[in-house]
């Protein structure tokens, strides 16, 4: 599946891109708090022109968090997004777990529209990832095959904001919820997105220890990342990272530029641009050109 019109294959995946859909397109306070802080420039841009443009595949999603926003996200508005994109996009769902039942249902019928995993904020949607309510959402991405990214670390919602807009940043350390979850669902694989930073020494025990966790780079300009986290990155446990940008929040034209300045190893550089992430999603390797590493825009 060739990005149509691009005369050639891809060169790297982005796993963490981010598209409003229903209700939340317009910018709430905690969101636009988050535009401040990044002071992003792409949110108006059409993401799939914006990867099919630069050869990259890219993974989209939104977050649903009705039960706490009383916002209305759709699914339907990512798969759809999906299919305009002829091969260049690849869609998550999210649902909000508090729905129980509700939230496996909307689950199964995400995988049906050919939505390729799950993605939870438990900070925006106030929930422990280990909590038993939320098992049985666990157990159908485990029984569909699909992968589940969590939020992990500070988040830029509500950044700034008097008491952060309420929100509790306890949610997003890795232990014991995340661990707790790759411990008692070894067949389902998750993704820790944004590196668990203040906690992101935990996230490296938790992803070195349990083979079913990964770790998206994303949120993070590649010259602010940990050294900690570069040096597992480049030695210790070279198959677990992916890169993510966090589009439209920063550009992953940035990204790609700095992490092409790290002193990575030539051989770790395409492991985290595309071979993680085709092992992740199941994906062909082949589909990407061997300089797939090169961090000049395409």
Known sequence: MAVEGSGSEFRAIDVHAH???????????????????????LRRQDPVAYYRDRRMLAVVFDVDTETRSGERMRNEEIAELVARSRGALLGFASVDPWKGRAAVGELERCHALGLRGLKVQPITQELWLNDQRFYPLWEACQSLGMPLMVHTGTTG???????????????????????????????????????????????????????????????????????????????????????????????????LEEFGRLEIKDEVRPKVLYRNACEVLGLDPGRFEPGGDSAAPG
């Open 19 to 41: 598209w409003r859909t229903g209700e939340r397109r317009q910018a709430s306070g905690g969101a636009a708090d988050a535009d401040r802080l990044f002071k992003s420039d």
């Open 157 to 255: 919602i509500g950044a700034g904001s008097p008491g952060g807009r309420g929100l509790h940043l306890r949610y997003g350390r890795p232990v014991p919820a995340l661990d707790d979850v790759a411990a008692d669902f070894p067949e389902l694989t998750l993704i820790a997105a944004h590196f668990a930073w203040p906690w992101h020494l935990e996230l490296l025990a938790v992803a070195r220890h349990k083979g079913n966790v990964y770790v998206d780079l994303s949120g993070w300009a590649p010259r602010y990342i940990p050294v900690e986290v570069l040096q597992y990155l480049n030695s210790v446990i070279p198959d677990k990272f992916l890169f993510g940008s966090d589009y439209p929040l920063l550009s992953p034209d940035r990204w």
